[in-house]
């Protein structure tokens, strides 16, 4: 048990916003699912933005679909801090992924309020629009939007019901023809801090409640299509088949062997959504989709496998007549963590005995887009068995508290002319 004194902040304000944030979107018993630019995204957009008004924070929902609440400072000349995360879900989600990043930001610049301290610099917190990626599969949405980081076609991107993002930012209230004056000018933001879950199990080995994150890793996602020829099932001799699942299965299957190769390196690779056409019991497979998810700290190795994947596609194509196409979703370097940020983070954890432990992020958050215009840092709370992107996803309210406590005092330092500049 971790020994802590002189907590400020208002644990049960927090809680009870995280609970009442769970209930929109809920699904099974501590599930949720609020996909972004959906009915349940704009309740919880709605009620998000009740509560920075009522702590006195000024309010705006930007055409990228990103909740913004703004507290101004003294001098209004120096770039923002800004502080938060994001409220959308994965379809199959949990309560604490990105939720606590926005409601601890919350609590801690109303805390801020409360207790009379007024920041040099204005303090924005921000829910980003769909950071997920999970509907229109591509994440970061609102973050990269804000930071001028979208590429082309994004808004004709389409859900699995065939509306495009352009559609459904509409239907949010959102003007994709206002996108060029909402991008932040160049050195406006001055630093950004995210409190996130830590969706891994590192914290949980320790004994700790609560993280420094020291970087996230890159990612590079992949649409990988295998395309063949269909047939009768009951017909086609198996050595005159060109079958695009049976290649695919072969792609995955090395895939996997592949990013084990080096157990004690942070790499991973994931193949989470696959697709068939014509996708019948008796019709041989004529063409397959499926995504790659790979991430490293090391570009050298994630480089690399990146070109024996390649090389494997080529070779399965070749074995079982198939021709192949790819488009690639994301690419990132893996991003650091500012050490004047972290040295106020370790500091602040100092001031109520928190032990810190260091760890990097395997999983991409809204830091990432952020990392590429100003210095960022982060702090990962406790999860329960690893686990997140699930409904059994569980922090505890007091890892929670700390975690919030820890950005409340790292706020208010940075607020203060040795850190804030």
């Known amino acids: 048990m971790q020994t802590t004194t002189g907590?400020?902040?208002?644990?049960?304000?927090?809680?009870?916003?995280?609970?009442?944030?769970?209930?929109?979107?809920?699904?099974?018993e501590t599930g949720v699912c609020r996909l972004a630019l959906t009915p349940e995204d704009m309740e919880g957009i709605i009620q998000v933005r009740l509560w920075m008004e009522e702590a006195g924070l000024v309010t705006r929902l930007d055409p990228f679909g990103n909740l913004i609440g703004r507290l101004e400072g003294t001098d209004s000349s120096l770039p923002i801090l800004m502080i938060g995360s994001h409220i959308d879900s994965q379809p199959y989600g949990g309560r604490y992924d990105g939720a606590i990043g926005v409601l601890g930001a919350l609590e801690a610049v109303q805390c801020l309020m409360e207790q009379?301290?007024?920041?040099?610099?204005?303090?924005?917190?921000?829910?980003?629009?769909?950071?997920?990626?999970?509907?229109?599969?591509?994440?970061l949405f609102?973050?990269?939007?804000?930071?001028?980081?979208?590429e082309e076609g994004e808004l004709e991107r389409e859900d699995k019901n065939g509306v495009t993002r352009r559609e459904a930012l509409q239907a949010f209230g959102c003007a994709p023809e206002q996108f060029a004056?909402?991008?932040?000018?160049?050195?406006?933001?001055?630093?950004?801090?995210?409190?996130?879950?830590?969706?891994?199990?590192?914290?949980?080995?320790?004994?700790?409640?609560?993280?420094?994150?020291?970087?996230?890793?890159?990612?590079?996602?992949?649409?990988?299509?295998?395309?063949?020829?269909?047939?009768?099932?009951?017909?086609?001799?198996?050595?005159?088949?060109?079958?695009?699942?049976?290649?695919?299965?072969?792609?995955?299957?090395?895939?996997?062997?592949?990013?084990?190769?080096?157990?004690?390196?942070?790499?991973?690779?994931?193949?989470?959504?696959?697709?068939?056409?014509?996708?019948?019991?008796?019709?041989?497979?004529?063409?397959?989709?499926?995504?790659?998810?790979?991430?490293?700290?090391?570009?050298?190795?994630?480089?690399?496998?990146?070109?024996?994947?390649?090389?494997?596609?080529?070779?399965?194509?070749?074995?079982?007549?198939?021709t192949y196409s790819l488009t690639e979703d994301t690419n990132s370097e893996p991003r650091y963590c500012a050490e004047r940020i972290k040295n106020a983070i370790r500091s602040s954890a100092e001031e109520i005995g928190l032990p810190l432990p260091e760890l990097m992020s395997g999983p991409f958050h809204d830091a990432l887009a952020l990392s590429y215009v100003c210095d960022y840092g982060m702090i990962?709370?406790?999860?329960?068995?690893?686990?997140?992107?699930?409904?059994?996803?569980?922090?505890?309210?007091?890892?929670?508290?700390?975690?919030?406590?820890?950005?409340?005092?790292?706020?208010?330092?940075?607020?203060?002319?040795?850190?804030?500049?």
């Open 7 to 28: 907590k400020i902040i208002n644990q049960l304000r927090l809680d009870d916003r995280i609970e009442q944030l769970s209930r929109i979107g809920r699904i099974v």
């Open 116 to 139: 009379g301290i007024r920041p040099r610099m204005p303090i924005e917190v921000i829910a980003f629009c769909d950071e997920e990626g999970s509907r229109f599969n591509k994440g």
């Open 142 to 150: 609102g973050s990269r939007g804000i930071t001028g980081q979208l």
């Open 181 to 322: 004056e909402a991008i932040y000018p160049a050195g406006s933001i001055g630093s950004y801090l995210e409190l996130h879950i830590e969706q891994g199990p590192v914290l949980e080995s320790l004994d700790a409640p609560v993280g420094l994150v020291t970087g996230i890793s890159g990612p590079l996602w992949l649409t990988v299509t295998m395309k063949g020829v269909a047939g009768h099932a009951g017909s086609v001799p198996m050595g005159m088949r060109h079958d695009a699942l049976v290649g695919s299965a072969k792609v995955i299957a090395a895939f996997d062997d592949m990013v084990r190769e080096e157990p004690e390196a942070p790499t991973v690779g994931t193949v989470g959504s696959l697709s068939v056409f014509p996708d019948s019991r008796n019709i041989i497979p004529e063409q397959v989709s499926f995504t790659v998810d790979l991430r490293d700290m090391e570009m050298e190795r994630r480089n690399r496998l990146e070109g024996r994947l390649m090389s494997l596609l080529d070779d399965v194509s070749s074995q079982y007549g198939l």
């Open 380 to 421: 990962f709370v406790r999860s329960k068995d690893g686990i997140s992107h699930h409904p059994s996803e569980y922090s505890s309210p007091e890892d929670i508290a700390l975690g919030t406590e820890v950005l409340y005092r790292t706020i208010r330092q940075m607020c203060s002319p040795e850190v804030g500049e």
